[in-house]
C-alpha cells in the first residue's frame, strides 16, 4: 500500500500561483508514476499532470505552460507549480500514484479555488 498527504491548496486570484505537495510513504519502491488530476463540481475528473521514473513528463492540455509538476524521489514527493492561474482552474485536485504492478493510489484531495 502506499499513502499520500496532499498540501498546499487554497484561495488565490486570477493570475496568482499556488504550489501543491504530495509526500507519499508505504510501499514507495514500488511507485512507477506521480502526479495529479483534478475534478471541479460537476465535471469528470481529469489529468493535470504526471510523471515518470525516468522523468517523462504528461500534461492535459488546459495547463500546459502554466503549470509544472516536478519530483523528489528522494523526499518521495511530487510537486506542482501553478502559475497564471484561471477562475477555471478551481478544482479539487488529487495527487495520483501508480505502482509498477498497475496499484492506483490516490491522495484525499485538496481545494484549489481561483477568484477575485
Known amino acids: 500500500q502506499v499513502q499520500l498527504a496532499e498540501s498546499g491548496g487554497g484561495l488565490v486570484q486570477p493570475g496568482g500561483s499556488l504550489r501543491l505537495s504530495c509526500a507519499a510513504s508505504?510501499?514507495?519502491?514500488?511507485?512507477?508514476?506521480m502526479g495529479w488530476y483534478r475534478q471541479a463540481p460537476g465535471k469528470a475528473r481529469e489529468l493535470v499532470a504526471n510523471?515518470?521514473?525516468?522523468?517523462?513528463?504528461n500534461y492535459g492540455d488546459s495547463v500546459k505552460g502554466r503549470f509544472t509538476i516536478s519530483r523528489d524521489n528522494a523526499k518521495n514527493t511530487v510537486y506542482l507549480q501553478m502559475n497564471a492561474l484561471k477562475p477555471e482552474d478551481t478544482a479539487v485536485y488529487y495527487c495520483?500514484?501508480?505502482?509498477?504492478?498497475?496499484?492506483?493510489?490516490w491522495g484525499q484531495g485538496t481545494q484549489v479555488t481561483v477568484s477575485s
Open positions: 495520483h500514484v501508480l505502482s509498477v504492478r498497475g496499484g492506483n493510489y
Open positions: 508505504g510501499r514507495v519502491f514500488s511507485i512507477y508514476l
Open positions: 510523471m515518470a521514473s525516468g522523468d517523462n513528463t
